[in-house]
């Protein structure tokens, strides 16, 4: 099992910047790549970037230039660091982590809600 909690959400203006932290416990032994996604009510849940254990990473292109992913795998920690902040970022963003084995198997947070607003 493992815990993925995340902290560092909040209200910021357009051009604004937030990091966002997710700590994994558990069996974090197995845990091999990290991402985060979000959310907006009544949408689907979608990918905004992911890191492996090596450190190679995936944006979406709606971000790429503006978030930095990263992970501190001592503290079993994964990073999101997001400037340039924009209004349609607003959405709640979720940790998630890969528990390697057949199958894999998916573990989410509790989510963090991030609100770019004026």
């Known amino acids: 099992q493992v815990q993925l909690v995340e902290s560092g959400g909040g209200l910021v203006q357009p051009g604004g910047s937030l990091r966002l932290s997710c700590a994994a416990s558990?069996?974090?032994?197995?845990?091999?790549?990290m991402g985060w996604y979000r959310q907006t009510p009544g949408k689907q849940r979608d990918l905004v970037a992911r890191i492996t254990k090596g450190g190679s990473t995936n944006y979406r292109d709606s971000v790429k230039g503006r978030f930095t992913i990263s992970r501190d795998n001592a503290k079993n920690t994964v990073y999101l660091q997001m400037n340039n902040l924009k209004p349609e970022d607003t959405a709640v963003y979720y940790c998630?982590?890969?528990?390697?084995?057949?199958?894999?198997?998916?573990?989410w947070g509790q989510g963090t809600q991030v609100t770019v607003s004026s």
């Open positions: 558990g069996s974090i032994f197995s845990i091999g790549t």
């Open positions: 998630n982590a890969v528990q390697m084995g057949f199958p894999p198997v998916n573990y």
